[in-house]
């Protein structure tokens, strides 16, 4: 069974940093994608970053770029994301998610593509 453990949320300040971890349980990694969604009060889920495991190709949202970077330890079977320079906006419960049958430049990754889901973890971001 797949399980997938979301850590590091918080409140932070406007130019602040966070870094979310997701463990994976019982996830093989393969070609698939993994990423990291976010939805704020009354907004549809996002893909806000992705990678594609074994290449290691990443994909961000256009109000991303530049200040996350997500990443994976294969070792430590772990996810991250890391947040720099966050902006208000950036506020909201993010999830990881894995097994992903594609994720893109065009569209970094949609929500039916994804087979499991962390519960989420709220992010804030105040000015």
């Known amino acids: 069974q797949v399980r997938l453990v979301e850590s590091g949320g918080g409140s932070v300040q406007v130019g602040g940093s966070l870094r979310l971890a997701c463990v994976t349980h019982?996830?093989?990694?393969?070609?698939?994608?993994m990423a990291w969604f976010r939805q704020a009060p009354e907004k549809e889920r996002e893909g806000v970053a992705a990678?594609?495991?074994?290449?290691?190709?990443?994909y961000y949202a256009d109000s991303v770029k530049g200040r996350f970077t997500i990443s994976h330890d294969y070792d430590k079977s772990t996810l991250y994301l890391q947040m720099d320079s966050l902006k208000p906006e950036d506020t909201g419960m993010y999830y990881c998610?894995?097994?992903?049958?594609?994720?893109?430049?065009?569209?970094?990754?949609?929500?039916?593509?994804?087979?499991?889901w962390g519960q989420g973890i709220q992010v804030t971001v105040s000015s």
């Open positions: 998610a894995a097994g992903g049958q594609r994720c893109g430049a065009s569209f970094v990754a949609d929500v039916g593509d994804f087979s499991y």
């Open positions: 990678i594609v495991n074994i290449r290691e190709t990443t």
């Open positions: 019982g996830y093989t990694v393969s070609m698939e994608c």
